[in-house]
C-alpha cells in the first residue's frame, strides 16, 4: 500500500512538474515575446494591399478607344509557403512565359516572405496560374494599360509604367487626372496562407475620362501617308500636323517612324519622340509668309511693290543666291512669295529693317512655346536684337538662322488662316464629359494683312508656284514650300547633303478650316518641300476635305 501510495505521490509531483513548466513557458511567450510574436502572426496572416485605381481611358473626338485599362493581376509568392518550389516553378514559368530557373530563383528565397513573379499580368492569363492552386502563390487585382489601335498617335499618347505612372506624351502630362485614387484592401489569411477574409478599407476610384480633338479617320490616314513619304524618301524622320485653324483644336499628329504603343520598347529612341512638339529645325522658306505679313503691317511693301532680283546679292560676308540660277529679273511681293525668292525675301527683310524683323518674329509666337496641352515642347531658338550681327538679315528673312517647331509654324500659319488671331493649339477636348475651355487667342496681324497673305500663298500651287503639281478639284488651296539645309554637326556649317524638306497649308484658301503642316528630316532622293512634303499634303487634304464635309471654295 506505502508502494502505491508513493508511485502516485511521484507521478502527481511530476504533473506538477509538467504544470509549472507549461505555466512557465506561456508566461514567457505571453508576457515576454507575446508583442513580437502578435505581430508575426499579424504580418502573416493579415495583409494589407493597395487596389490599383482603374486608369482612366484615353478617346478620340468620337469616342473611338485609343487606351485603355484591363483587368490584370500582380502574381506574388511568399516562398516560405511554398512546399515544393521545383515544381511550381514548372508549372508557373511556361505560363508566363519566363525562364524556369528565374522562377525558381524567386521561389527558393528564404530571405523575405513576399516576391513578384509577374506585374499586371492579363487577366485570362492569371486565370491559368490561379487553377494551379499553389499553395504561397497570391494574385492581387490590378488593371494593364492596353493601346487598341497599337501604333496610332503613339508618340501622343505616350506610355504608362509598371506602377501605372505615366511616363510620357498624355499619359504623364494627364496623370494626376488619368490615375485617379487607389484603394485599400486588408485580406486575413488562415496557417496555410489561404485567404477567409477580403475587406476593402477604402475604395478605389477610377481616373477621369480624357477625350481628344484626335481624330482616329484623320490620324490613320496621316500616318498612311507618312509611312509612303518613308517608303519612297527614306529620311530619317517625318512628322505631319492637321488642325482647325479657327480654334487651334489638333485633328492629328503623327511622327514616322510609327511605334507600337503595346511593345514601346522595341522602337529606337528617335522614334519615341514626338517631333511635332520637341524637334527644332531651321524653316527654310516656310518662314518667309512671316518676313511678308510683318512687311504688310509696316506698309512699307503691298503685294504688288517690285523688287530687282539679281542673280545673287551680298549682305556683309554672305553670297544669297536663289534656288535657281537666272539673270536680273524683277518681281512683285506676291511673286517673290510663289517663287520662294531668297534674294527677294532677304531684300524685304532688309526694307523692314532688323528691329521691326524682330519685333514681328516674335509677335508670331516663334522664340517660345505655343502652350499646346503636350509634354517636351521645345522653344525654339530666336536670336536676340542685341546679337544680330551684320550678316544676320541675309539670313534670317528667309528662315535660316533660327529655330523653330513643327507645331510653331503650324500656329503661326493658323493665324494667317484665321483672320491674324494668333491661337495657342490643344489637343484635349473633354474630361470626363466636360469640355475644357478653348485657350483664348489675340490679334497678332490685321485681318485685311491675313486675307491678303492667304491670296498670295495660293501663288505657290498655282501655275508657277513651288508646290503647282498640288491641286484638289474644287478647292483652292494656299500654303508654302520650305528647303532648310542642316548643320553639319562634325564642321559646324551647313551640309551639302542633310535638308529639312516642309510644306504648310489651308484650304479653303479665302475661309480655311483645315491647316496641315508636314516636315521630313533628312528625305534621299530628293530633297525640295516642293517634291517630298507638298505631295503629302495633297493626299491628307484630299481625304480630309471631304471626310470633314468642308464644302467646295
Known amino acids: ?89 514548372a508549372s508557373i514559368a511556361p505560363i508566363l512565359g519566363v525562364p524556369e530557373a528565374k522562377v525558381l530563383r524567386a521561389l527558393a528565397r528564404r530571405d523575405t516572405g513576399f516576391v513578384y513573379l509577374a506585374r499586371r499580368l492579363p487577366a485570362d492569363t492569371a486565370d491559368r496560374i490561379a487553377k494551379l492552386d499553389i499553395v504561397g502563390v497570391d494574385l492581387t487585382p490590378t488593371t494593364h494599360r492596353v493601346y487598341p489601335r497599337d501604333f496610332m498617335a503613339s508618340q501622343v499618347l505616350g506610355s504608362v509604367g509598371i506602377d501605372g505612372t505615366g511616363l510620357s506624351g498624355l499619359e504623364y502630362l494627364w496623370n494626376r487626372v488619368l490615375r485617379g485614387r487607389d484603394g485599400e484592401r486588408r485580406v486575413v489569411k488562415d496557417a496555410l496562407g489561404q485567404p477567409i477574409s477580403v475587406q476593402d478599407i477604402k475604395t478605389a476610384q477610377a481616373g477621369a475620362r480624357l477625350q481628344l480633338t484626335l481624330d482616329s479617320q484623320i490620324q490613320d490616314r496621316v500616318e498612311q501617308v507618312l509611312g509612303q513619304v518613308g517608303a519612297t524618301y527614306r529620311p530619317k524622320g517625318a512628322t505631319a500636323i492637321v488642325m482647325d485653324p479657327r480654334s487651334g483644336a489638333i485633328l492629328a499628329m503623327a511622327n514616322w517612324p510609327r511605334i ?23 524653316p527654310g522658306s516656310t518662314f518667309k509668309a512671316v518676313t511678308v505679313a510683318g512687311a504688310l503691317e509696316d506698309h512699307v511693301v503691298t503685294p504688288d511693290t517690285m523688287f530687282p532680283i539679281p542673280p545673287q546679292i551680298q549682305v556683309a560676308d554672305r553670297t544669297i543666291h536663289d534656288a535657281e540660277q537666272h539673270g536680273y529679273e524683277t518681281l512683285p511681293v506676291s511673286q517673290i512669295l510663289a517663287q520662294s525668292s531668297n534674294i527677294g525675301a532677304v531684300e524685304i527683310g532688309m526694307r523692314m529693317g532688323a528691329p521691326s524683323f524682330d519685333q514681328w518674329v516674335r509677335r508670331f509666337g516663334f522664340g517660345r512655346p505655343t502652350g499646346i496641352d503636350l509634354p517636351g515642347e521645345e522653344r525654339g531658338l530666336v536670336l536676340p536684337l542685341s546679337q544680330y550681327s551684320g550678316s544676320s538679315m541675309g539670313n534670317l528673312p528667309m528662315g535660316q538662322g533660327l ?12 493665324a494667317i488662316a484665321n483672320g491674324g488671331i494668333l491661337r495657342p493649339p490643344h489637343i484635349v477636348g473633354a474630361v470626363d464629359g466636360r469640355p475644357v475651355k478653348e485657350p483664348a487667342g489675340h490679334r497678332i496681324i490685321s485681318a485685311a494683312t491675313a486675307a491678303s497673305l492667304r491670296s498670295m500663298l495660293e501663288g505657290v500651287l498655282a501655275e508657277g508656284g513651288t508646290a503647282s503639281e498640288v491641286s484638289i478639284p474644287g478647292y483652292h488651296l494656299a500654303g508654302k514650300t520650305g528647303t532648310a539645309q542642316k548643320i553639319d554637326p562634325t564642321t559646324g556649317e551647313y551640309s551639302s547633303s542633310r535638308y529639312v524638306a516642309s510644306f504648310v497649308g489651308f484650304a479653303p484658301a479665302a475661309h480655311p478650316k483645315l491647316l496641315i503642316s508636314v516636315m521630313v528630316d533628312e528625305p534621299q532622293g530628293a530633297i525640295y518641300g516642293g517634291q517630298v512634303a507638298a505631295p503629302a499634303f495633297g493626299r491628307i487634304a484630299q481625304f480630309a476635305l471631304p471626310y470633314l464635309r468642308i464644302p467646295p471654295g
Open 403 to 414: 529655330a523653330v517647331t513643327p507645331i510653331q509654324i503650324a500656329t503661326a500659319y493658323s
Open 260 to 282: 507600337n504603343s503595346n511593345a514601346p520598347a522595341a522602337a529606337p529612341s528617335y522614334a519615341n519622340q514626338n517631333r511635332a512638339v520637341g524637334f527644332d529645325y531651321e
Open 1 to 89: 500500500m506505502a508502494l502505491v501510495e508513493r508511485r502516485i505521490g511521484l507521478l502527481f509531483a511530476g504533473f506538477l512538474a509538467l504544470l509549472c513548466l507549461a505555466a512557465g513557458r506561456a508566461t514567457w511567450l505571453g508576457a515576454v515575446k507575446g508583442p513580437s510574436l502578435s505581430h508575426a502572426a499579424a504580418s502573416q496572416q493579415v495583409v494589407e494591399s493597395v487596389v490599383p485605381a482603374r486608369r482612366g481611358t484615353i478617346l478620340d473626338d468620337r469616342g473611338v478607344e485609343l487606351a485603355t485599362s484591363e483587368p490584370a493581376d500582380d502574381v506574388s509568392a511568399d516562398p516560405h509557403l511554398v512546399k515544393d518550389p521545383e515544381r511550381a516553378a
